[in-house]
């Protein structure tokens, strides 16, 4: 079946350190991508997403890109704060279903 | 305006009774899911309701869970006999518009459930 395997955690980085979050996918046919995040006492929200091949999501400074050749949906960001220190959920979605298969999260901690 | 909304915001439950939880979705969503996040295994699928039909149980673990959702709104998980490997965070989302692969869940705040 479809499956979603993100790198192990906890990502342990200093402010203004680039971010890769890795996020590689199994699924059958074209799926969506999501990156999904959850704030310290927060709710799981989107971040980004790409529906198809070569895309890329962007949002607050976060970019992730569609890569159907190596199936993956890497994570990155140029400079992190301490305020997105969280946990990180790479997610897939099939055609004709928005039915959610996440990764295992991966807790990003950021320090001054 | 409102979110998702959940209640209770935890529960605690003695191994083998029942519990129900509520799920409030975003008004004019039609689709609503229930997911599960437990330490062992992740962040789970549980079900899918579009409108007050369920076309997708497949992540329902066993007989003793089930769903349901009344005037295409409020849905409400029940868990009979619980046992203390259903102790999670049981997350609900909703989706305005289901079945195209690509569109956002909201997701409400969780109801953690603790079974001793």
């Known amino acids: 079946g479809d499956s979603v395997t993100q790198m192990e955690g906890p990502v342990t980085l200093s402010e203004e350190a680039f971010l890769t979050i890795n996020c590689t996918y199994t699924a059958t046919g074209y799926p969506s991508l999501f990156w999904y995040v959850q704030y310290p006492g927060e709710g799981l929200q989107l971040l980004l997403k790409a529906t198809k091949a070569d895309d890329k999501g962007s949002n607050k400074g976060f970019e992730a890109t569609y890569r159907k050749e190596t199936t993956s949906f890497h994570l990155e960001k140029g400079s992190v704060q301490v305020s997105d220190s969280a946990v990180y959920f790479c997610a897939l979605s099939g055609r004709n279903t928005d039915k959610l298969i996440f990764g295992t999260g991966t807790r990003l901690q950021v320090f001054p | ?116």
């Open chain 2, 1 to 116: 305006g409102a979110g998702v909304s959940q209640s209770p915001s935890n529960k605690v439950t003695e191994k083998g009774k029942d519990v129900e939880l509520r799920c409030d979705p975003i008004s004019g969503h039609t689709a609503l899911y229930w997911y599960r996040q437990s330490l062992g295994q992740g962040l789970e699928f549980l079900i899918y309701f579009q409108g007050n039909s369920a076309p997708d149980k497949s992540g329902l673990p066993s007989d003793r869970f089930s769903a349901e959702r009344t005037g295409g709104s409020v849905s409400t998980l029940t868990i009979q006999r619980t046992q203390q490997e259903d102790s999670a965070v049981y997350l609900c989302a909703s989706s305005p518009q289901p079945g195209t692969g690509y569109n956002e869940q909201f997701f409400g705040p969780g109801t953690r459930l603790t079974v001793l």
